[in-house]
């Protein structure tokens, strides 16, 4: 994380058994693997994630995803059209201030702060838990992609998928990052024209089906 705010380039792709052959002939460095537990918030009337916001926990922190514009929107390229990007926020002030502006219509008055226990801002705007899994994942690297991170993930709902991953600080090149994440692709023999679904839609179109066509005609997802 380059601070606490960053804008995150990924392409996502299908998991085969032939990634890892594929990774170690390329050259990649499997730089670790662990577990990942992911906890998602919004309220009941899905206010967060129908902006296209995704408030989680991991890790014992808070992280929130938000739409980014940046000059690589109305480009046609196909890097930029297999690619999601979004700006990452760590700051729990910041998400806060963002959360309470997302969804001031139906929360409290009262002011938030990152002094607040966790319960206590998360029951204040009308919080609740959407979805909860676990994600066993292994990173590589590419030596001569710097920045680039390669991860294969297997969740606990029984969904594999890869992700080609580039954080760029605010206000930085995201068409470098596009191309970075390009020339890995080619690497790793991807081939195809459509975006790759994430675990969250997967999730969601399994267990919230209702929450999920919610998203898909607000064409979040």
């Not at 170690?24 to 916001?53: K, N, S, W």
């Not at 590589?140 to 991170?149: C, D, G, K």
Request: hydrophobic share 35%.
């Amino acid at each position: 994380m380059y601070d606490w705010m960053s804008v995150e380039v990924e392409r996502k792709f299908v998991c085969s058994a032939d990634n890892l052959k594929t990774l170690e002939e390329i050259g990649a460095v499997c730089v670790g693997q662990h577990q990942i537990h992911d906890q998602y918030f919004d309220t009941p009337m899905f206010d967060l994630t129908l902006r296209d916001m995704w408030l989680r926990k991991r890790k014992g922190c808070w992280e929130l995803k938000c739409p980014t514009v940046d000059g690589t929107e109305g480009e046609q390229s196909k890097a930029a059209l297999l690619c999601t990007r979004y700006k990452e926020i760590t700051n729990l002030a910041e998400i806060q201030l963002r959360v309470r502006e997302a969804i001031k219509d139906v929360c409290e008055d009262s002011e938030m702060s990152s002094s607040h226990v966790e319960e206590s801002w998360l029951s204040k705007v009308n919080l609740v838990c959407f979805a909860e899994f676990t994600t066993v994942r292994r990173s590589f690297t590419l030596e001569e992609e710097e920045a680039v991170q390669i991860d294969l993930d297997q969740a606990d709902f029984g969904y594999h998928v890869g992700e080609i991953e580039v954080l760029v600080p605010e206000g930085g090149d995201v068409q470098s990052a596009l191309e970075k994440i390009e020339r890995t692709a080619q690497k790793l023999g991807l081939t195809g024209d459509q975006r790759v679904e994430g675990k969250m839609n997967v999730y969601l179109k399994r267990n919230h089906p209702e929450h999920y066509a919610k998203l898909l005609s607000k064409r979040v997802l």
